[in-house]
Structure formats: structure tokens, C-alpha cells
């Protein structure tokens, strides 16, 4: 295990490990200046002291389906998802209107795209296609998260050439045992281990820079005996190696069995939060369905920004987009209701 890493700490955020100090010094290295200077907006953005015309961010949910099941995940919650998502949760968004969602994008020099969100990106059979469009309409920064069960050898090689700039395999597990524990309804750990390796040696061969790979484990009850092996094993073979905190998908659901030892909390009980501000309606929006919506949280259909039809734009500029950006800026999350919930059942 390499000296320069940090220990994994339960501190409630995302804790980022990486070989190099900085994936995203990493990312400018590769692509170059304008990276850097993308990145240098993003932290202002991300600081709360620029407020863009447009997002910098697009946050795609193409659909709503996956092949497993993971206990933590809000797809295992059907209920949750009909309620919350609205609409149908699975017909795929079409690639006619995925592209006009990059072309408005484009026009404005958006920066980043995430086409993936509550489901598997790699069930879309032509998903490198999202990705190239993406690519091809100037994009700098395309990522998606994967479970990698769909990744066969000639995937692999597809996605290596379309555009994509972060990939990173969600694991969640080092035993096979805990594996399927964790990621119910998966193929065997070996086999998605196999492809997953297949895919860094494709990529090491083919001398492709990009994607930065990565390998993460949302740590919970049932895996956080395995965080260290879990660390050790990849962290020779990826960028990066994440570990997510465990956000409870439904405030009404009693999660109290998956919160990892150290970080016991009763998500009924109200802690007092001091100071929050929430960067997403800054960064981003959400698109899922027609429905444009302010950040990623399950119930963000009740934060709708706008509908589609409309545009981007006129959401992102839009009363609420603009409403939620001055409670956040002034860190008034109580006053949305919404926020309120999300805040004090997910905040540390
Ligand atoms: C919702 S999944 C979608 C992409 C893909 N299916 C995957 O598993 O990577 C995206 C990420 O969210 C993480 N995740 C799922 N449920 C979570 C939860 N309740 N708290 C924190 N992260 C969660 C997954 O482990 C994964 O890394
Ligand atoms: S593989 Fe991803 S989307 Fe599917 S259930 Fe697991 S965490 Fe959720
Ligand atoms: S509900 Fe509010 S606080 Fe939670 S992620 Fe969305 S904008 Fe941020």
C-alpha cells in the first residue's frame, strides 16, 4: 500500500483516495489547459462565489432500471422510485432527445455530463454513443459509474474510444461473500473482477490515457470489515479508489441495520446541524423523464426547475433554480422544505 494515502475516516463525506494527490491534476495534465480552467471555474461555483448562466454540470438519469439489486440502493425501493421519480421509470430516454439536451449544453460551453444515474449506464446498448455524441459536441469532462457486469471485452473496447473521461466500477465489496450480500441479483465477484481487469489491460495496451479509472465501496455495516483489504487490493491497478458514505435513499425507512459501526445514527432523530450550503443547485441540474430538477436527490422531482420542452436555460434561470440558489447561498436550507428533509437526514 502506498505511503501518500489516506486512511479511510468516518467523517459522513465522500472520502476520495487516489495514487495521484489530485485526479483532477491528473485529468488537466492529460486534456490540457482547458481542463484546468474548467476545474478553476468548478471550484468557484462549488465555493459559492460564481453563479453561472448555465450549469456546469448535466446530470442524465436515462432510465430508471438495473440488473441487481442492492439493498442500499433506491432502486431496490420500487415504491420510492414510482413515487419519486414520476413517470415512466423505464423507458429509456432517446437518443433524439439526448442529443438535444447535449446540443443545448453545447451552445452554452457546458463543460461536464454524467449520463448515468439511479440505474446501470451499460444496459443501454449503444451507451458508448451518449458518451461520443458528448465527446463530439465539446464536452471536457464525461464520467459515469458502473457495476460492471455488462462490461464484456467488445464494450470495453468501445468505451475506450468514445469520449469518456472517469469511469469507476462500484464494487462495494473484497469477499465474494460480502459481494453478494451487497450487490444482490450479481454475477459472481470473480467474473465482474475478470472484466474489469480486462478493461485496465485493454486500456494499458491501447496506451489510452483516458478514462481515469476508479473502484468504490459505499461502506456499510456489512462491508466496512473489508475497507483495507478492499484499498489494498485495487490501489496499485486504478486511479482511484473511493469510499462513499452511506446516504439513506427513504427518510420514512428505518436504515438503522446499514450504517457502518462508527458512524451509528438514527436518521429519525434530529441531530442539529449548524452550517450547510448545498452546492448542487450551483453546479448542476438533473434531468430524469422530461423533468429538469435541481440536484440528485431521490425526491428532486419536488425541486422541478422546469420541463424539458422549455429548455435548460429557462429552468437553470428559472424562480426556483434561483430561490434555492439564495437560500443555499445564505445557508438557509430550513426554508425548503424539501432541503430541510434532505439535510437533516443525510447531513453529518
Ligand atoms: C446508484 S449507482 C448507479 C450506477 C451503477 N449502477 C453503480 O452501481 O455504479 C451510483 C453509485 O451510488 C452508490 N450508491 C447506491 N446507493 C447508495 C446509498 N444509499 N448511499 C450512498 N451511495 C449509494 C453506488 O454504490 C454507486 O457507486
Ligand atoms: S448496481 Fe448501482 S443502480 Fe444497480 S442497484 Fe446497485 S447501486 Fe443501484
Ligand atoms: S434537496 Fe436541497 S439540500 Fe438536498 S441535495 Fe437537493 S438542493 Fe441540496
Known sequence: MQENIAKYTTDGNVVFLSKEKDINKKLSDIIGEKFKKYRE???KVNNFE???????????DLFQVCNYQCPHCNISDPDLLKKAYKGSIS?????DKYKRIVDEGSEHNCPSIEPQGVNEPLLVKNFEEYCQYAHKKGFIDIMINSNASALTEKRAKKLLDSGLTRFRFSLDAFSPETYKKVRVGSLPLDKVVKQIEKFLELKEKGNYKLPVTGVSMCVLKQNQHE?????????????????????P???KKDYSNFYPDETEKKPKQK???????????????????????????????????????DGIYNAWNGKLANELRYIHQNGMWELNPTCKICVETTAN
Open 41 to 43: 471555474k468548478w471550484d
Open 50 to 60: 460564481l453563479v453561472t448562466d448555465f450549469p456546469m454540470f448535466l446530470h442524465l
Open 91 to 95: 423507458e429509456k430516454m432517446d437518443f
Open 227 to 247: 475497507v483495507d483489504d478492499f484499498q489494498n487490493f485495487w490501489i496499485d491497478k486504478v486511479d482511484m479508489v473511493t469510499f462513499q458514505s452511506f446516504q
Open 249 to 251: 435513499p427513504n427518510a
Open 271 to 309: 441531530k442539529k446541524i449548524k452550517s450547510f450550503r448545498c452546492p448542487q443547485p450551483f453546479q448542476r441540474v438533473v434531468i430524469r423523464n422530461d423533468l429538469i430538477t435541481a440536484c440528485c436527490n431521490t425526491f428532486s422531482t419536488q425541486l422541478t426547475l422546469g420541463n424539458l420542452k
